[in-house]
């Protein structure tokens, strides 16, 4: 039970520092909450065994589904990664997605196929989520990649 609550409070953390940086400009979806929701995407991605551990926020005029940036908690581990995400199934997310392959190269992002979510991604490295300069430090690095993304981002 201690992981489940390390997690829980990590994804607190994230969300606590995430939500004033995106206040105004967006919509900030915090997974713990979303996950009892009984929207075809959540029951899609529970069909999948998809965890919900993450702080994400949406790209350009895509759905939050379909295209976001997050802070996704690695249950396992419990330390953070940053990325972008793309549902692997909406194609005009999925050229947008491309369109910022070289800004995630240039952010040491790596590319990664999410089979639980059905996502490709660029994710970074994972970052270890221990106290409050840590955390603060992530959601900046989430506050970063959302800021240079949605200036980087094509949209046919």
Known sequence: MKKRDDIQRICASLRDVVNPLFEGEA???YGPEIAKSKEPEVLRLRRQRAHF???AVPLGSFSFW????G????PDTLRVRLGIHCLASARPAC?????LKTLCRAQGLEAYYSEAAGESQYVSSEYLAEGPEAVRSIAAGLYKLYDLATKSLFVA
């Not at 379909?66 to 940036?69: D, F, K, N, V």
């Not at 050229?95 to 369109?99: I, P």
């Open 71 to 74: 802070a996704v908690v690695n």
């Open 27 to 29: 919509k900030v979806y």
């Open 53 to 55: 551990y993450w702080v």
């Open 66 to 69: 379909e295209l976001h940036a």
């Open 95 to 99: 050229e947008a997605f491309e369109s």
